[in-house]
């Protein structure tokens, strides 16, 4: 739980004594490679908070095709946020790349957290408004950019995953095929491009 | 200012007293069909909700054609929240489609009325998860749905605005070719769809 410690006292601001109120509310868990911790239908209970290993968000299409949302790695946070929200069953499935370790984060404790400090709201306004800019530069891409933008923005916006995730599950996150995804890998060595 | 009366006193539920406050603290504007609100680099001052008329906000690629990120007719608020919010320059242009009669929001307006008004504060932060909601069925539309798909949904999310807007916007917003959604709309027609 030292990445969460550090989030909730140094990102959020989070005293001492309130520390000590609101990790009691939290809930640690071990996820196995391959565990899904929600599927379509269901309504999102938790946020995932990511000590250590690797979560995805993604759709299956009618054809039985995988479209990735979302990769969580470390101090990242995965959710659907608006079944959360709104109550509302998902259209996610989340699941775990590798074997993680997460942190439960109901709404309740998000209320709570709120009501108790101050700080932990802005914080919490903060990570909702770089939601809502992450996903409008995610559109943006998708609507016009080339599959080499596409590829270098993930590059930036992810440095540690090229490795650990599989190329075809990058290429879905891109919505571009693995083959234009292996064409532009192969363009950017011939260039020298180095992503790590 | 009807709509934007109905907004504030209904949906937002501020009491005669407050709105008195509140109506003081924004403008109103005509805007003239083609005139730009925000331009790429500009920091986005105001959010636009939109008494009558129609806006549009869009990015032009490197090739200078242009990606179109939101529609916003009666009722709707077309704005950059990231730019907004963050202080930042946009990476969007904001314009008239039609001759347009807009309220300008600012960030001050809406600190203020979050600060008298608790029901304010609870509908921004219900607006807030809206558009987060909103943009994930728009990547996931982006990443996964046909063309077909994509402007059915279209229809139903803008139901007034088929006929308002040319029918290339409409395929720029959908992320498809223009001949791919003149295709879809024959082949509804076909199937005697009615969009309206």
Redesign the interface.
């Known amino acids: 739980m030292q990445n969460f410690t550090k989030y909730l006292k140094t990102k959020a601001n989070i005293a001492e004594p309130e520390f000590q109120l609101l990790i009691k509310k939290v809930e640690f868990r071990n996820i196995e490679k391959g565990e899904v911790l929600l599927r379509p239908g269901e309504v999102c209970r938790h946020s995932f908070f990511i000590e250590n290993g690797l979560l995805r968000s993604y ?1 299956v ?1 009618d054809a039985g ?1 995988e ?3 979302q990769f969580g790695s470390e101090n990242w946070i995965v959710s ?3 079944s959360a ?2 109550n509302e069953p998902s ?1 996610l499935f989340i699941d775990a790349i590798e074997d993680t370790e997460v942190v439960l984060i109901s709404s309740d404790f998000i209320n709570e957290a709120s009501e108790i400090s101050s700080s932990f709201r802005n914080y919490n306004q903060i990570a ?2 770089n ?3 992450h ?6 891409l ?4 080339s599959a080499e933008r596409r590829y270098m923005n993930f590059i930036k916006l992810y440095p540690d995953l090229t490795l650990r995730v599989p190329q075809w599950m990058i290429a ?1 996150y891109l ?1 571009i095929t693995p083959e234009s995804l292996s064409r532009v890998r192969k363009e950017l060595a011939h260039k020298n491009f180095k992503p790590n």
């Open positions: 759709t299409d095709k479209h990735i949302i659907d946020r608006s929200f709104f259209d909702l408004q939601h809502i800019r996903q409008q530069k995610r559109i943006n998708l609507l016009s950019a879905s919505g």
